[in-house]
């Protein structure tokens, strides 16, 4: 694997690793949360 | 072009309509600048993404890859992180805090001094990013019209001004959902046919190598000092963006406010994928013989003949459109909260105070026109402006949200500072200086403020109380 590929895999890791725990955070600690404003 | 002057005289109709009809449904400020704080998740994710995709992220950041390749990832390693976290950490406690501007949330925590520095800084950033967006838009409207740049200038900025003053951020969110849906089909279209004109993914890589094997190294155009200073840039200025936080502010609740911001940050890993592609594949096709800011329009217009073309130009004057018009609500908003309301008349009538917003949209959109004749290039203008608003405003809004010791007598003062020390040492070292001006600007600011919040009398407990709930 080139290193300019490996680059590139680390930031989509990074990022997708970072949606999840917003999703979990958001979902699994406030499952009942509906949004209130 | 015949087919891109239609599309895009019909495009201008259409945002001028829709400008028109949310005039006639504006019925005070919160109408105007959070849009009755009614925005639903695909509006607020639209107008977040399209505000994000202006002329830096497209036509700059390709521009940037075409020179350099792939040590510009960089910055995209400090952007995208940074929008996802401020989804995890702030999302939600700026929905509840339902205000309207970034100083509002200083004076909350603060004083009202504290937000008359940070409207100025805040206006300031503002300004000097939607003139990187005029600079933007005219590098298309030239290349396609072969216009005079400044002629291109005058029409781009003519047009923003027009529709932001009618419709307000009701305005802005629709013509943004419309302006990204256009975006993304232009893209989808661009991106293959780019690739097929270079040989696909892996013949643009061995031209790479052939041309310039420095475009496939990470660190070669992107040296240890220059990534901690965008690194600082970044993630400083984002935490704090006030185009951002208008949009938190205006969401339905703290769900939408928290998954759009997600979304967004995602959305940059697919814009960041298109830039890269485009700048490398221009570096290319043009064997690094035009204007780094120019790669993106002519490569558009030399590879899309016709209809297509046209499309995707009007995609990307749409976004960079949508970004200015964003701004300029947030210049004037902030104007006139901060500094109307504040200092000059507090009693202010409503009704009054949309029609001064309004004026104050066209007075920043003019003094963003001027600077857009004043500054070199897109990327310059909208990251000398985002330091001096980082290092002037990141460490007293992070302490309101994290360190209750933060007084306001250190946040009023560490912001001038911040602010001036950017300022003076661009004036000082030029554009070419070998410190970046933001690593001494934010060093000043978070030492002022510590040391002053220590000397200084402990916050009164109602100033940090709305911050504890949250």
């Not at chain 2, 500094?339 to 004026?359: C, D, Q, S």
Request: hydrophobic share 55%; net charge neutral.
């Amino acid at each position: 694997m080139e290193t300019y590929e490996m680059f590139l895999l680390a930031y989509f890791l990074i990022a997708l690793t970072l949606f999840v725990i917003l999703l979990l955070k958001e979902y699994k600690l406030h499952p009942s949360e509906e949004g209130s404003t | 072009m015949n087919a891109f002057t239609y599309m895009f005289v019909g495009y201008l109709v259409l945002l001028i309509a829709i400008g028109f009809y949310f005039s006639k449904k504006m019925k005070g400020m919160g109408d105007f600048l959070v849009a009755g704080r009614k925005l639903n998740l695909p509006l607020t994710t639209a107008t977040l993404m399209a505000t994000w995709t202006g002329a830096a992220a497209i036509t700059g950041y390709a521009g940037w890859c075409y020179y350099c390749g792939y040590s510009m990832l960089w910055i995209a390693f400090a952007t995208t992180p940074s929008l996802i976290i401020i989804g995890i950490l702030f999302a939600k406690k700026l929905r509840k805090l339902a205000l309207y501007t970034v100083p509002d949330l200083l004076k909350l925590r603060y004083d009202k001094k504290t937000g008359g520095v940070s409207a100025v800084l805040i206006a300031a950033y503002c300004i000097g990013v939607v003139a990187g967006e005029i600079m933007g838009g005219a590098a298309v409207m030239s290349t396609i019209f072969g216009w005079e740049f400044a002629h291109a200038m005058l029409l781009v900025a003519v047009i923003v001004i027009a529709y932001t003053t009618l419709g307000g951020l009701w305005a802005v969110a629709w013509t943004d959902l419309i302006q990204f849906l256009i975006l993304s089909i232009g893209l989808v279209i661009a991106i293959p046919l780019t690739l097929k004109e270079v040989g696909g993914w892996s013949g643009l890589h061995i031209s790479l190598a052939e041309m310039d094997p420095a475009h496939l190294g990470i660190f070669e155009y992107a040296p240890y000092k220059m990534i901690l200073a965008w690194f600082i840039i970044i993630f400083a200025s984002n935490f704090i963006a006030p185009d951002i936080y208008q949009r938190m502010y205006a969401a339905k609740d703290e769900r939408t406010a928290r998954l759009a911001m997600g979304i967004t940050g995602m959305w940059d890993t697919i814009l960041t994928m298109i830039a890269l592609v485009l700048g490398m594949a221009a570096f290319v096709i043009f064997a690094g013989e035009i204007e780094g800011d120019m790669a993106l329009p002519m490569l558009i217009d030399k590879l899309f003949p016709g209809i297509f073309g046209a499309f995707v130009m009007v995609a990307i004057m749409a976004v960079i459109m949508s970004t200015a018009d964003s701004l300029l609500v947030v210049a004037s908003g902030t104007f006139v909260e901060d500094f109307y309301k504040g200092f000059i008349n507090p009693k202010v009538t409503e009704e009054y105070a949309l029609k001064l917003i309004r004026v104050m949209t066209i007075v920043s959109g003019l003094i963003a026109l001027a600077l857009a004749f004043y500054f070199e290039s897109i990327m310059d203008s909208i990251l000398f402006a985002s330091s001096i608003y980082a290092a002037g405003l990141f460490i007293p809004v992070m302490s309101a949200f994290y360190w209750k010791r933060g007084t306001k007598e250190a946040a009023f003062i560490s912001a001038l500072l911040g602010g001036a020390v950017t300022i003076i040492w661009r004036i000082i070292y030029g554009a070419e200086a070998s410190i970046d001006p933001i690593l001494p600007g934010i060093a000043i600011s978070i030492v002022s403020f510590v040391v002053i919040s220590l000397l200084t009398k402990m916050p009164e407990e109602e100033k940090l109380k709305p911050f504890e709930s949250i």
